[in-house]
């Protein structure tokens, strides 16, 4: 009977292991392949189609995307910038505002956690948006229109405020009552006890930062405050420009432009840092997981 159960679970230990193998291998094969043709010979690709083991290797996209380097770090340096400033800063808030509706103490507690809540069903729009962020706070052209908009979000509020309701209320009173502060509180008790929280709304927000063009295209005219997805979507529409001439023989020198592996070169550029970023944030998210687990 025990040596049957022991079956049992060895066979269900392989079949887990199996099945997670094959998701972990559907996850990075594709930013394998991305990775591979990069750097690979646009006449293979055209010959052989996406390959893991290309016949021909070749820089020709990335030399492409580097013909103007100072650009590119110009519009890296822009993009780091904001992401920073905004996640650190946005992080902040959201905190503050979370904890003030978490706490019971509060008599505004409701209705503004009503306001937080009722911003979520409406959206202003394009032109009053622009028209707002241009004709009265005047920050057109300026590093402030890629923070500003993105720092508060009625959703992340809402989880976070979520969060501090499940933190050990005996805690806080037991603080309060040695004569803590509500911001000693915060800064020394909530903040370190919500750390996965923290963690997984700033991966957020950091990847909303980072991946923004849409302000960039709106409301930015010089080309050494754009963000680094509008270069590359504007090196790409460049490139689909040289296409079509050497398509209808107006270019002779685009025909060997590496279109296919120049757009796997910017997902490359794009999408690398955030690869290096996750790592560090992974444990908060497995402990965010548990916590959510024993809860449930």
Not at 266 to 273: F, H, L, S, T
């Amino acid at each position: 009977m025990i040596a049957a159960k022991k079956r049992g679970l060895r066979l269900n230990n392989w079949i887990t292991h199996i099945v997670f193998t094959l998701l972990a291998l559907s996850c990075i094969i594709p930013m394998l392949l991305v990775v591979i043709i990069s750097i690979s010979d646009s006449k293979s690709i055209v010959e052989h189609g996406y390959s893991l083991f290309p016949s021909l290797w070749s820089s020709a996209a990335f030399r492409f995307i580097f013909q103007s380097p100072k650009l590119i770090l110009t519009s890296y340096g822009t993009t780091l910038f904001v992401t920073v400033v905004g996640t650190v800063v946005g992080l902040l808030l959201t905190a503050m505002i979370a904890y003030a509706l978490s706490r019971k103490e509060y008599k505004f507690a409701g209705v503004i956690g009503f306001l937080v809540f009722f911003s979520m069903l409406f959206n202003a729009g394009l032109i009053p948006s622009y028209i707002v962020y241009t004709k009265y706070y005047f920050l057109k052209d300026t590093y402030w229109i890629l923070i500003l908009p993105g720092l508060i979000s009625a959703w992340n509020i809402i989880l976070l405020r979520t969060f501090f309701f499940d933190l050990p209320q005996e805690v806080l009173e037991s603080a309060s009552i040695d004569g803590c502060s509500e911001m000693r509180i915060f800064w020394q008790i909530v903040l370190p006890m919500s750390k996965p929280a923290l963690a997984t709304i700033g991966l957020m927000m950091t990847l909303g930062y980072w991946n923004e063009w849409t302000r960039s295209m709106i409301y930015i005219d010089t080309e050494s405050k754009f963000m680094l997805q509008f270069l590359l979507y504007k090196i790409l529409q460049n490139a689909d420009i040289m296409m079509k001439d050497a398509q209808n023989g107006l270019s002779l020198g685009a025909q060997d432009f590496p279109s296919d592996s120049a757009k796997m070169a910017m997902a490359v550029i794009a999408a690398g840092p955030m690869m290096f970023v996750f790592p560090f944030f992974q444990k908060y998210f497995v402990r965010g997981i548990t916590a959510g687990a024993v809860k449930g």
